[in-house]
């Protein structure tokens, strides 16, 4: 079993910047592709990015551009990180592992 669990979200103002952080349990952290999705209410999950175990990083066309993923084995941390954030952007961004483990969550709005 893998616990995930994500912080760093909040109430940001449009062209603001945040980043957030997945911790994920395991010793083979290294070896986990790691991946950012997001919700918003009435809308399905969408993908944000994602980041392999060699590095490779995908990214959906809304977030080229303003987010960078990246990760930090030692710390077993995944981090996502947002600018230029527009009004589209709120959610709730989740972080996955294998996709197969997901955290609960970490709110992100965006508004003035």
């Known amino acids: 079993q893998v616990q995930v669990a994500e912080s760093g979200g909040g109430l940001v103002q449009p062209g603001g910047s945040l980043r957030l952080s997945c911790v994920a349990s395991g010793n083979t952290f290294r070896f986990y592709a790691l991946g950012w999705y997001r919700q918003a209410p009435g809308k399905e999950r969408e993908l944000v990015a994602t980041i392999t175990s060699s590095g490779t990083t995908n990214y959906a066309d809304s977030a080229k551009g303003r987010f960078t993923i990246s990760r930090d084995n030692a710390k077993n941390t995944v981090y996502l990180h947002m600018n230029s954030l527009k009004l589209e952007d709120t959610a709730v961004y989740y972080c996955?592992?294998?996709?197969?483990?997901w955290g609960q969550g970490t709110q992100v709005t965006v508004s003035s």
């Open positions: 996955s592992v294998n996709r197969f483990y």
